[in-house]
């Protein structure tokens, strides 16, 4: 790996951090009566909002453009993800199940649980595995196509990601422009940011404030609007949150890391991230459990805390996942 490549795994490494103080302070924006507890999980949710569409734009960068047969790239991603996702789907459908039922009604629970995802944050896995299916295709297109096509399918999305706002709603037409929308723009936006713009760290860093602090009050705004707490603003395909994205994208794309122990600490990270996502919440309802949650303090300092032990605490999983003889390094994500 080059000096330049360890921006990557910053960048994935920070964005699994931010997933896990993301829902740490989710419970924290429903209490929209107490402004005090309320804005702190405002900010930490405003501010960390990029993760879900970062991590599909470094795969942009690392999935496309690259000349692939079909099979072995379906095989090298699934054997990935799968077997990962397989077990923690299971582990969470383990806690959820009640024993009590007749054995029919838990095969049928388990079913419909496993079709959508027996925890919440799996959703991802189900998203991304949608998108691996589409990118032998889309690569043939990425691999003969020009700078300006690039940028007439951004557009386009762009324009789709407006039209969900109510100010902009009254532009919607029959015109079927679906095939512009979703994730995939966020997986070519990677690629092209990557490969197209050259902004410096400071402009990322504006743009990713700007992102940041419209989605901070536009939420405040919403909800103070409508006297309780509205999501809107918080969509990862909502247009402040790619804003935001390619803001810390561009920035980290700038970043040389140079000191050893950090570059060791980063690719640590980086390894076991799909791990570390895919098990925090097992960590989170196990300090639940125990009583470890936001309320032991404040919240602008217990959240920042408790995502430091869920992401120590998910690392050691994972790691320890990794150790099991023969099939550790399959399951361990």
């Known amino acids: 790996m080059t000096k330049n490549q360890y921006w990557i795994d910053f960048l994935k490494s920070l964005a699994a951090f931010a997933v896990i103080i993301l829902h740490v302070s989710v419970p924290v924006v429903f209490e929209f009566e107490e402004k005090d507890n309320w804005w702190a999980g405002n900010f930490y949710n405003s ?152 902004l410096k760290k400071k402009t990322g860093l504006l743009i990713f404030l700007f992102g940041f602090v419209f989605t901070l009050i536009a939420t405040y705004y919403i909800s103070i609007t409508e006297n309780d707490f509205n999501e809107r603003f918080y969509k990862f395909l909502s247009i402040n949150i790619v804003v935001a994205s390619t803001g810390i994208f561009i920035l980290f794309k700038n970043i040389i890391i140079k000191n050893r122990i950090f570059q060791k600490v980063i690719l640590v990270l980086s390894k076991y991230s799909y791990g570390i996502y895919l098990s925090h919440i097992f960590v989170l309802i196990l300090f639940k459990e125990i009583g470890f949650t936001y309320t032991l303090f404040n919240p602008w300092l217990s959240i920042p805390v408790l995502a430091v032990c869920c992401l120590m605490m998910s690392l050691l999983i994972t790691f320890l996942l990794s150790k099991i003889p023969v099939i550790g390094k399959y399951i361990s994500g």
């Open 47 to 198: 501010l960390t909002r990029f993760c879900v569409p970062v991590f599909v734009m470094i795969s942009g960068v690392l999935l496309l453009g690259k000349n692939e047969q079909l099979s072995v790239f379906l095989r090298k991603r699934f054997l990935r993800i799968l077997p990962p996702f397989i077990l923690w789907s299971l582990i969470y459908l383990a806690l959820k199940i009640d024993y009590n039922l007749p054995l029919k009604e838990i095969f049928s629970y388990s079913i419909i649980e496993l079709k959508g995802g027996t925890q919440f944050h799996l959703w991802y896995v189900y998203m991304i595995i949608g998108l691996y299916l589409i990118i032998p295709l889309v690569n043939k297109w990425i691999l003969n196509s020009t700078k300006n096509e690039l940028v007439y399918f951004l557009l386009i999305w762009l324009f789709v990601l407006l039209l969900a706002l109510p100010i902009f709603n009254k532009l919607t037409t029959k015109i079927d422009l679906r095939y512009f929308s979703g994730y995939l723009g966020y997986l070519i936006l990677g690629y092209f940011v990557y490969h197209f713009v050259n």
